[in-house]
């Protein structure tokens, strides 16, 4: 297996969050920048999908970058009628990535086939979300087996994190039915009901509710400066500190966006982007963010780099979850019966 092209991580993210784009069009952008992170020869494609009910997957908007071999042509049928419950639950709703020999009890059938015909394994990567609605990024290859370990593995689930969050916001500006944004319409559709908004200097031009505070205002503005830097000629060839400095949400809540006015102005753009987790009340938005990433199988380490928080920061706030829910530690917040679909796959796979 070839090594990652980390210079490309960069590329990979403003790719993600370009939200103007129409789905064909994201999806492609997605593809190509991931095939210059993990290498041009390979096949890509990517889908949107709805895993919210287990036993009724529905996958939409295939799509694929490059040419794809045409002896594969029927892989996708294969691929369709094995997402059966089990295997959607072991997969689109518990893994921000894997190769399809991580689950061979499921994909066994579909990896003999691409065998058959001088093809190895796939990999995946999944904008895992709690509501069970995301998309994947896949490629094909010849290798028997494309399973990046150690530092490869880190920064490819990194990257995960990112689709997860952009899916998650992109899904919020523009609902299924709802036309494309124009791209002359995309800084009205992105800056609607965004909590701040800077200026490409750091200074506010907006901000209301949670973003009103100093403490508030500081963390978004160094996320602000941190993407910034990371994005520079300088540093972007530098894929390991990029996604260092570039969280999928700051401090738990905000999704950070560019938006252009007409005329190319550019500011930088705080969404509200949590994900959604019902049934716990009595829990603050932050404990909630904890909770909801722990039952979809992040460690604490992962936990913290998805939501911009510190490691100490998460332990600190599932023990305070913990707490106000009468059990004990991550395992008694897990078995809460409000969190049982979410955690039947992350339970099964550590």
């Given at each position: 297996m070839s090594r990652l092209d980390e210079s490309r991580f960069v590329q990979f993210l403003e790719a993600v969050y370009a939200l103007e784009h129409t789905d064909e069009d994201w999806l492609t952008h997605s593809l190509r920048a991931l095939s210059h992170i993990c290498g041009s020869e390979h096949s890509y494609m990517g889908f949107f999908y709805d895993a919210s009910n287990v036993e009724h997957f529905k996958a939409w908007n295939r799509c694929r970058f490059g040419t794809p071999p045409a002896e594969l042509g029927g892989i996708w049928d294969m691929f369709t009628d094995m997402a059966n419950a089990?295997?959607?639950?072991?997969?689109?709703?518990?893994?921000?990535?894997?190769?399809?020999?991580?689950?061979?009890?499921?994909?066994?059938?579909?990896?003999?086939?691409?065998?058959?015909?001088?093809?190895?394994?796939?990999?995946?990567?999944?904008?895992?979300?709690?509501?069970?609605?995301?998309c994947l990024l896949t490629f094909g290859c010849r290798d028997r087996e494309?399973?990046?370990?150690?530092?490869?593995?880190?920064?490819?689930?990194?990257?995960?994190?990112?689709?997860?969050?952009?899916?998650?916001?992109?899904?919020?500006?523009?609902?299924?039915?709802?036309?494309?944004?124009?791209?002359?319409?995309?800084?009205?559709?992105?800056?609607?009901?965004?909590?701040?908004?800077?200026?490409?200097?750091?200074?506010?031009?907006?901000?209301?509710?949670?973003?009103?505070?100093?403490?508030?205002?500081?963390?978004?503005?160094?996320?602000?400066?941190?993407?910034?830097?990371?994005?520079?000629?300088?540093?972007?060839?530098?894929?390991?500190?990029?996604?260092?400095?570039?969280?999928?949400?700051?401090?738990?809540?905000?999704?950070?966006?560019?938006?252009?006015?007409?005329?190319?102005?550019?500011?930088?753009?705080?969404?509200?982007?949590?994900?959604?987790?019902?049934?716990?009340?009595?829990?603050?938005?932050?404990?909630?963010?904890?909770?909801?990433?722990?039952a979809l199988g992040l460690t604490n380490k992962e936990i913290a780099y998805t939501l911009g928080v510190s490691d100490t920061t998460v332990r600190v706030l599932l023990s305070r979850a913990a707490k106000r829910l009468g059990v004990r530690g991550r395992k008694g917040l897990l078995a809460h019966s409000a969190l049982r679909e979410l955690c039947a796959g992350a339970k099964s796979h550590g």
């Open positions: 089990d295997f959607v639950r072991s997969t689109f709703r518990c893994r921000l990535l894997g190769s399809a020999r991580d689950v061979i009890e499921y994909t066994q059938p579909l990896l003999a086939e691409r065998q058959r015909k001088g093809y190895g394994d796939f990999f995946c990567l999944n904008a895992l979300d709690p509501s069970g609605l995301g494309f399973s990046p370990r150690g530092r490869d593995a880190a920064l490819l689930k990194r990257a995960a994190t990112h689709l997860s969050a952009a899916y998650r916001c992109r899904r919020r500006l523009t609902s299924a039915g709802d036309e494309p944004i124009p791209r002359s319409a995309r800084h009205e559709r992105v800056v609607a009901d965004a909590e701040a908004i800077l200026d490409t200097d750091g200074r506010f031009v907006h901000a209301e509710g949670r973003a009103q505070s100093q403490v508030a205002r500081e963390r978004i503005r160094n996320a602000a400066v941190a993407i910034d830097s990371a994005r520079t000629a300088h540093r972007r060839q530098r894929g390991v500190q990029v996604l260092d400095q570039w969280h999928p949400l700051t401090s738990a809540r905000w999704t950070l966006l560019d938006s252009f006015e007409e005329g190319g102005r550019r500011y930088i753009v705080a969404r509200e982007n949590q994900a959604e987790l019902s049934g716990f009340g009595t829990l603050t938005d932050r404990e909630r963010q904890i909770l909801v990433h722990a």
